[in-house]
């Protein structure tokens, strides 16, 4: 596709979030000045949003317009073009701006002039003033078609009913609900179907960049789910084997867990594009984890069968090759040697080496489930605040108070690691084929609750 | 990697994988500035950058020859295995048939088919529990890597890390089948040939079973030979004295029923583990999602691209410009009160109010301006919302109504509890810019808090000052 990109300027009155517009639709944090003040942008620039290496849509930050009333009575003073009003905002652009009294003004109408469309942006929480009219004919005087976008509305301020049916009167009935602080996926969806509302003719590359973002958003749960499994895999599976005199080992233990979950979160903010200090974790409460073998204890027993089962396997195959040294004269009893070798060796790995370690005065160290617990929940409910974050929010990330399993199935997911040390990267060493498995059906768990429990509320 | 020499995918692949490791556990993406402008000029999908940045890196050369070298090991180890499943298969079948006598045929079958089944089994349980592959393969390639490692490689060995990506249960299953299968097969092949060139005296025989459980023996183990064609009890003798038919029979027999239970169960899981195995030359969807992938996206393929300034500022600041003010307090006489753009304003309640109006578009502020201009009086109080953005409008009308006045002015905020509630520094700044509207406007008086409910003015408490 060869389309010059859709051109859309962000347009609005001083102070209303169309700068903020521009960070959350480009997942910039860095875009533009972001300032509760009037005039925090005075220049007009550009951003391409890119499908691939292609540009679909250019968005151009205006400054906000400060003065339309008195800008409307200047204009009335040149009654020649009256009766057109595109022609009378095109020799007001020709014009010095009377003096350059109405210099931003001019930069936003002459941009919009340029574009296809526009977004103004409206501050929900603000009443529809006399000036806030001015400015909307103002605009529509300009001759491009005009989306309003009411800001701000997850803010209990929000008036969004009299800004409708304010925007009504002027006839201005497709608008969009876009918060720019606090995300919502569907929200801008549906933004980017009302632009192909009014611009039909672009409408296809609108199609194609919802889409590609629908991905992107889809991409980007995956990503932050392999982060949440990795973290919680790593931290079960854990297991430090230590002599059983006190030593400083609890407290790097729990150092250890604590560096990971803070590189869990730093890793979620760059997923997420946010900056890395945005989050600033409360201490966790690690606790002494002490590994107690109870035999009876059905995990360890379905664990047991387990790794039976593998040993087997890899003895089998290893009972080939004798049977083929032997000459074939043994008919697979080096097979059956190999697999009951096999068994045997699993059952050490499970069970003896922890008894033995036991009797020669070792105890292993493990995170407790209640700690797992946090950890998970802390994660998630950070993944559903980032989710909920757009990229104009300057607050810190807050999750609120989380404790308990989010869900009973990721429980039990999280502690089968335990019993498998070779999972964990902080161990030291990982064997990655063999915890993929578990890696991909946690992550798989992670994105059904993440999908299916919808965004939290901010 | 500098050189363009073309490598197996699967190298390749395993390159890129490791790098994405190697990446994650350092906890961010290297810096390799040259190799992520190779990746982004080259262009093409996420994927295909991705594989290009890992052969640009500083040092994937190494690691490339590293790891294809890991792969020939590989590659002669299941050779190896192979082979000596072969020679095992058919040393079986003939140890099975060197008989000097008759040769059991239960014992040939169990001989041929019965380890094998019943590993068989023991796999597919596996997979019903999810447990791990064949470790002992594994470990074997891992000693033989290390073995053949330079001095100094040591664990940085792009090599044993391939080892760990490689270990999928499916690939090494795959291996573990095709080594089975190769037994079945040679043990088949060796079967046949010997049946055709060598005459034997084929029977079934027992020490435990009489006549009907050996009948009932032969009839359980026919079932699915007889789907492939093969004669059963029913149209062949199972004991003495055999006709050359039967005895043809009973050949044909044997044949079919390794074939049907050593050679294609094994080929089934065969077939499902190669299915079960990722394509070897590109990187899957999901795994593009990998941390370590996905942190690159934004570097490698980014989604947005600044175009910058396209219309720079010339005009002067307005509103934000600092100008000096004199607190001065409120004279005893009424005052005239006028509510900028905020018709909810009450009406004034307190006995200081002379008169009190709204303003919000051209033809009130006229209005309002043409009254004051009539009317003298001791003091003009312009009553805001703290909330509203001081911008060049509010500036304009306020400095019109002012000069209209032609009397001492103040600004009184009403609604701070609102901006007060955005924070302290939030809060100190919207005052300061309000304080910079009112010296702008000409209300050289200051600033005064405004309570909307009662109407009454009051000096901005020091928490909102």
């Known amino acids: 596709m060869n389309a010059p990109p859709i051109q859309l300027a962000v347009v609005g009155h001083t102070n209303t979030g169309k700068t903020s517009l521009l960070r959350t639709l480009t997942r910039d944090v860095r875009f533009g000045e972001v300032c509760d003040r009037p005039a925090t942008t005075r220049d007009v620039s550009a951003v391409e949003l890119l499908v691939g290496e292609q540009s679909l849509i250019r968005l151009f930050d205006t400054p906000g317009l400060e003065d339309p009333i008195g800008l409307q009575g200047w204009l009335a003073l040149r009654a020649q073009e009256a009766a057109d009003p595109v022609a009378r905002i095109e020799s007001f652009l020709r014009s010095d701006h009377d003096g350059g009294r109405y210099e931003q003004e001019a930069k936003v109408l002459r941009q919009l002039r340029r574009s296809d469309a526009a977004l103004v942006v409206i501050d929900a929480r603000e009443p529809l003033l006399a000036k806030h009219r001015e400015e909307l004919r103002l605009l529509a005087e300009c001759g491009r078609p005009l989306l309003p976008v009411l800001n701000f509305v997850a803010d209990p301020a929000a008036q969004t009913g009299p800004w409708r049916e304010g925007l009504a009167r002027i006839g201005l009935h497709v608008l969009a609900d876009f918060d720019t602080v606090v995300f919502d996926h569907a929200a801008e969806q549906r933004l980017f179907d009302k632009i192909g509302l009014l611009l039909e003719a672009r409408a296809a590359q609108l199609t194609i960049f919802s889409r590609y973002r629908a991905q992107q958003r889809e991409a980007l749960i995956d990503a932050a789910c392999r982060q949440i499994a990795g973290l919680l895999i790593d931290a079960a599976a854990l297991q430090w084997r230590v002599p059983n005199e006190p030593s400083s080992d609890l407290t790097r233990l729990q150092s250890v867990v604590r560096h990971a979950e803070q590189r869990c979160v730093n890793d979620l903010l760059a997923l997420f594009r946010f900056e890395l200090d945005a989050f600033d974790p409360p201490p966790l409460p690690l606790d002494q984890g002490r590994w107690k073998l109870d035999p009876f204890d059905p995990e360890a027993l379905r664990l047991l069968g387990i790794r039976t089962g593998s040993a087997v396997a890899a003895g089998a195959a290893a009972g080939v090759s004798i049977d083929a040294m032997l000459g074939g004269a043994s008919l697979g009893a080096g097979a059956l040697l190999g697999a009951g070798a096999g068994t045997a060796f699993s059952l050490y790995r499970s069970h003896g080496r922890r008894w033995i370690d036991g009797l020669r005065g070792y105890r292993a160290l493990m995170i407790e489930e209640e700690t797992l617990a946090l950890l998970a929940a802390r994660q998630i409910a950070l993944l559903h605040a980032l989710l909920r974050r757009g990229h104009a929010a300057t607050q810190a990330v807050r999750t609120g108070i989380v404790s308990g399993w989010p869900l009973p199935e990721l429980r039990d997911a999280v502690l089968r690691a335990r019993a498998h040390p070779e999972w964990s990267a902080l161990n030291g060493a990982q064997d990655a084929a063999s915890s993929e498995e578990a890696r991909a059906s946690l992550v798989d768990l992670l994105g059904r609750h993440v999908r299916g429990s919808g965004p939290a509320a901010p | ?465």
């Open chain 2, 1 to 465: 990697m500098n050189a363009s020499t073309h490598h197996a995918p699967l190298a390749e692949r395993l390159l890129v994988e490791w790098v994405c490791h190697r990446e994650e556990a350092a906890g961010h993406p290297a810096p390799a500035g040259p190799a992520d402008a190779t990746a982004m000029e080259q262009g093409g999908s996420f994927a295909a950058r991705l594989h290009l940045r890992a052969l640009r890196l500083p040092g994937s050369d190494v690691a490339l020859a590293q790891i294809e070298r890991t792969l020939f090991a590989g590659r002669v180890m299941i050779t190896v295995l192979l082979l000596f499943s072969t020679m095992a298969g058919a040393f079986a079948a003939s140890a099975a048939l060197d008989a000097a006598a008759s040769v059991s045929l239960p014992l040939i079958l169990f001989a041929l088919v019965g380890i094998n089944l019943l590993m068989l089994a023991l796999w597919v349980l596996m997979q019903v529990v999810r447990a791990p592959g064949a470790s002992w393969l594994v470990a074997v390639w891992t000693g033989v890597v290390r073995r053949i490692a330079s001095r100094g490689e040591g664990e940085n060995h792009a090599g044993l890390d391939a080892i760990r990506l490689l270990a999928q249960r499916w690939r090494v299953g795959a291996v573990v089948h095709a080594a089975w299968l190769s037994y079945a097969l040679a043990g088949l092949v060796t079967l046949a040939l010997l049946l055709i060139l060598r005459r034997y005296e084929l029977s079934w025989q027992t020490t435990l079973l009489d006549a009907d459980g050996l009948r009932h023996l032969a009839a359980v183990l026919s079932l699915v030979p007889r789907l492939l064609g093969a004669p059963g009890p029913e149209v062949l003798a199972l004991v003495e004295p055999f006709t050359d038919a039967d005895r043809r029979g009973w050949a044909q027999w044997i044949l079919l029923a390794v074939l049907a239970y050593g050679v294609l169960p094994r080929a089934v899981a065969l077939l499902v583990c190669l299915a079960m195995l990722q394509p070897a030359g590109a990187l899957e969807a999901s795994a593009l999602n990998r941390p370590g992938h996905a942190r690159l996206r934004e570097r490698l393929m980014p989604d947005r691209r600044a175009v910058g300034v396209v219309d720079a500022d010339r005009a002067p600041q307005s509103v934000n410009a600092q100008a000096g003010i004199s607190p001065c307090a409120l004279p005893d006489a009424p005052l005239h009160g006028v509510a900028v753009e905020w018709p909810q304003a009450r009406p004034p309640a307190s006995a200081r109010w002379k008169w009190f109006a709204h303003v919000d578009d051209t033809a009130s502020r006229d209005e309002v301006a043409k009254f004051l201009r009539g009317e003298s009086s001791d003091g003009l109080v312009l009553v805001l919302r703290a909330t509203a953005t001081p911008d060049r409008g509010l500036a304009r009308a306020s400095a019109a109504l002012i000069a209209a006045a032609r009397a001492p002015a103040w600004v009184a905020l009403g609604d701070l509890d609102a901006l007060e509630a955005r924070g302290a520094e939030a809060c100190a700044q919207r005052l300061s810019d309000w304080r910079a509207l009112a010296a702008q406007a000409g209300a050289q008086h200051g600033l005064l808090g405004f309570d909307a409910k009662q109407g009454v003015l009051s000096a901005l408490t020091e928490k909102s000052a």
